[in-house]
């Protein structure tokens, strides 16, 4: 074989190997870290289309649910897609946002005795602080996630990218328009 053939071959078939280590690498990185990629210790078959009770309502768009979450007793739930106003705590946080009490009491007297099912996304499980993100499914059929935006007492939060992302638009320009809730004059 001529000897510049042979360097060109050997100079591709190096190229191929790196592109091939590199994907490798990137790959289990993506496993490694979850990235929303894969499910995170079986989040997807142990919580999707599943039905807990609910335990205790932290604020707005965050509760617990009465099943095991690893190491912690119970399982926080972030909900998809929405962002209540702050409640402030714990102590020598800042004091609670306009319309944060009325969003953790509507959430509260919402999920008050309720077992909800949740509903996960794939490309991402765990929210900041390690909560599970989810849609929650009342046993009458309607989701807390909207309710909430629809009543003016949540923003639609598109921070990491949902499949309702449309309906939440259009339901906040509602509320907006509708001057309910936070929205309200």
């Known amino acids: 074989m001529d000897p510049h053939r042979l360097g ?3 100079k591709q078939r190096k190229a191929a190997g790196l592109v091939l280590a590199l994907v490798l690498i990137v790959a289990i990185a993506l496993l490694d870290h979850g990235a929303g990629v894969l499910p995170v210790d079986n989040d997807w078959q142990r919580y999707h289309g ?6 205790r309502v932290v604020d707005g768009d965050t509760f617990e649910l009465g099943v095991p979450d690893g190491e912690r007793a119970t399982t926080r ?9 702050e409640m402030g705590e714990p102590r020598g946080a800042p004091p609670p946002q306009p319309w944060a009490r009325q969003a953790t009491e509507f959430t509260r007297d919402t999920l008050a005795g309720q077992s909800v099912t ?9 929210g900041g602080y390690g909560r599970l993100l989810a849609y929650v499914e009342l046993p009458d059929g309607r989701f807390l996630n909207a309710m909430l935006i629809e009543n003016g007492l949540s923003k639609h939060d598109d921070r990491w990218g949902h499949d309702r992302t449309e309906q939440y638009d259009r339901l906040e320009q509602q509320a907006r328009e509708g001057r309910r809730g936070m929205w309200a004059p």
Do not use: I, K, Y
């Not at 739930?77 to 106003?85: A, E, H, N, S, Y």
């Not at 949740?118 to 765990?126: A, C, K, S």
């Open 50 to 55: 599943q039905t807990f009770e609910v335990l």
């Open 8 to 10: 060109r071959v050997l």
């Open 118 to 126: 949740l509903h996960l996304q794939e490309h991402r499980m765990r």
């Open 77 to 85: 739930v972030r909900l998809w897609g929405v962002d209540t106003p």
